[in-house]
Nanobody, 117 residues
């Protein structure tokens, strides 16, 4: 049974770096694609970036300058780092699995990260 579980800090100060980790069980990271998606308050889902088999990454152009995603195959986890956060980065952050055509088949339940002083 494939399960994804996000873990995050809950609260981050403005200008700091937000880091959220997705713990994957029931499958391995390879050879799948793994994305981070967020939902801002009152808005739709926003795709942030993905890591694919072999460690290649791709980011949403609007977030590329602040986003990095890394994977740890030994721990079966992948992590999102978002730098220089502002209150506008307050959102529920989700991790999800998909294939090359971005058809998502497994999602985590999401973790709320608030940016506030």
């Amino acid at each position: 049974q494939v399960q994804l579980q996000e873990s995050g800090p809950g609260l981050v100060l403005p200008s700091q770096t937000l880091s959220v980790t997705c713990n994957v069980s029931g499958t391995t990271l390879n050879p799948f694609y793994w994305s981070w998606i967020r939902q801002l308050p009152g808005k739709g889902l926003e795709w942030m970036g993905a890591i694919v088999s072999g460690g290649n990454v791709v980011y949403a152009p609007s977030l590329e300058s602040r986003t990095s995603i890394s994977g740890d195959t030994s721990k079966n986890t992948f992590t999102l780092h978002l730098t220089s956060v502002t209150p506008e980065d307050t959102a529920v952050y989700y991790c999800a699995r998909h294939g090359i055509r971005f058809v998502y088949d497994y999602w985590g339940k999401g973790t709320l990260v608030s940016v506030s002083s």
